[in-house]
């Protein structure tokens, strides 16, 4: 396993995870007790390989 990711060029080790954590920090301030019963992220892998991801902007601050 290469320990860079592809997103259109190669990252530096540890880009992706500063991504993940903004990602996740977003996630955690839009939670309010109903938005992540109704809406929020989904990442999946796909068969070429890769991901695919899809964020629910509705009623966020986005």
């Known amino acids: 396993m290469n320990s860079r990711t592809w997103q259109g060029r190669w990252l530096a080790p540890g880009a992706a995870w500063s991504r993940l954590d903004w990602l996740r920090n977003w996630y955690a301030q839009q939670c309010d007790g109903e938005w992540e ?12 390989p890769g991901w695919t991801v899809s964020i629910d902007l509705e009623e966020s601050e986005l």
């Open 37 to 48: 019963h109704e809406r929020g992220v989904r990442i999946a892998t796909i068969d070429n």
